[in-house]
């Protein structure tokens, strides 16, 4: 069964509004998280690196403005899409894991967002 | 730093053919590679992984790779399609923190 659960799978929103994205570690303590992003027919782009208990890691381009992550407990972490328009309609995928490389990293089945 | 190459968006193969989709990584620690397919609308599924040891990977549904160090490849291969192996895949290599970079991916298609 899944270990890493993602939700809202499916998201229709008007512009301008703040959409708020859930992964879950379902059987382990995750004190890292990931959030990804994959606009269609294109591969997945790293976001941010969300740590427990402290600030998220952005990458570069990626504006933390917009992209409120919370990860208040080692199983749950938070991505917000805030004031979102249609240029943030994408896939958003999260993923955990313990160790690097020692178990795969779980992803969730990801939430597809529009915004019209 | 790590990054992958996926050599071709688009694969097509017949049905019964053997399938071999390229990937080539490049990372500055010992490699963590991995395939993943995604169907239309869905997640990741982990297909396959390299950590360490044995340099012939099997995985699910009959696909396996090879990690090759002088070749810094790790092609996924299929000794025969099945129209239900038409997917998007995707070669992945862990970062030191555990942060997955994906290659392009590349559109397999499986012609009956």
């Known amino acids: 069964g899944a270990v890493v659960s993602q939700h809202p799978s499916w998201v229709i929103c008007k512009s301008g509004t703040s959409v708020k994205i859930e992964c879950r570690s379902l059987?382990?303590?995750?004190?890292?998280m990931f959030w990804y992003r994959q606009f269609p027919k294109q591969s997945l782009m790293l976001m941010a690196t969300?740590?427990?208990?402290?600030?998220?890691?952005?990458e570069q381009g990626v504006e933390k403005d917009k992209f409120l992550i919370n990860h208040a407990s080692l199983t749950l972490s938070t991505l917000t899409v805030t004031s979102a328009h249609p240029e943030d309609s994408s896939f958003y995928i999260c993923?955990?894991?313990?160790?690097?490389?020692?178990?795969?990293?779980?992803f969730g089945d990801g939430t597809r967002l529009s915004i019209l | 730093a790590q990054s992958v190459t996926q050599l071709g968006s688009h694969v097509s193969v017949s049905e019964g053919a053997l399938v071999l989709l390229r990937c080539n990584y490049s990372?500055?620690?010992?490699?963590?590679l991995f395939w993943y397919v995604q169907y239309p609308n869905q997640g990741l599924q982990l297909l396959l992984k390299?950590?360490?040891?044995?340099?012939l990977v099997k995985g699910i549904n009959g696909f396996e790779a090879e990690f090759k160090k002088s070749e810094t490849s790790f092609h996924l291969t299929k000794p025969s399609a099945h129209m239900s192996d038409a997917a998007e895949y995707f070669c992945?290599?862990?970062?030191?923190?555990?942060?997955?970079?994906f290659g392009t991916g590349t559109s397999l298609t499986v012609i009956p």
């Open positions: 390299y950590t360490t040891g044995a340099t």
């Open positions: 992945a290599v862990a970062g030191t923190g555990n942060q997955f970079y």
């Open positions: 993923s955990a894991g313990i160790h690097r490389g020692s178990q795969p990293q779980h």
């Open positions: 059987d382990f303590q995750a004190t890292t």
């Open positions: 969300s740590n427990e208990g402290s600030k998220a890691t952005y």
């Open positions: 990372s500055s620690v010992p490699p963590y």
